[in-house]
């Protein structure tokens, strides 16, 4: 899958998937501003292809890595995010983060082109 069909892919899946982590994934408003960053127009290829990235294998079903505790469940997603956060963060803006809080406040709010 080439970067542009990945984001097309995690664009059409996020919001769903990220709905039913609320209140599981303690990195979460992390996550959703990254997919509000990655829908953003003016958001570089490569930052939106290392986001696509970082959002698939936290929305994968099954987890890479078995965990022998239930306390560990989403250490590897948050290393995945983590190291992604530290990629783009130079064109993470505090709109995104703004956004993400409106998502979880329950308001309806369109991504970017």
Request: charged letters at 20%; glycine letters at 6%; one cysteine or more.
């Amino acid at each position: 899958m080439n970067p542009v069909q990945a984001v097309q892919d995690i664009r059409s899946r996020f919001i769903g998937g990220a709905r039913r982590l609320i209140g599981k994934v303690p990195f979460l408003r992390d996550a959703v501003a990254m997919y509000y960053c990655m829908c953003d127009s003016t958001t570089p290829l490569w930052a939106k292809a290392e986001i696509a990235a970082a959002l698939g294998y936290l929305l994968m079903p099954m987890d890479a890595i078995p965990y022998p505790s239930l306390l560990l469940v989403f250490t590897d997603d948050a290393t995945a995010i983590s190291v992604a956060l530290g990629q783009i963060r130079a064109v993470m803006y505090d709109h995104h983060y703004q956004l993400a809080d409106r998502f979880f406040n329950g308001e309806e709010v369109e991504a970017d082109g």
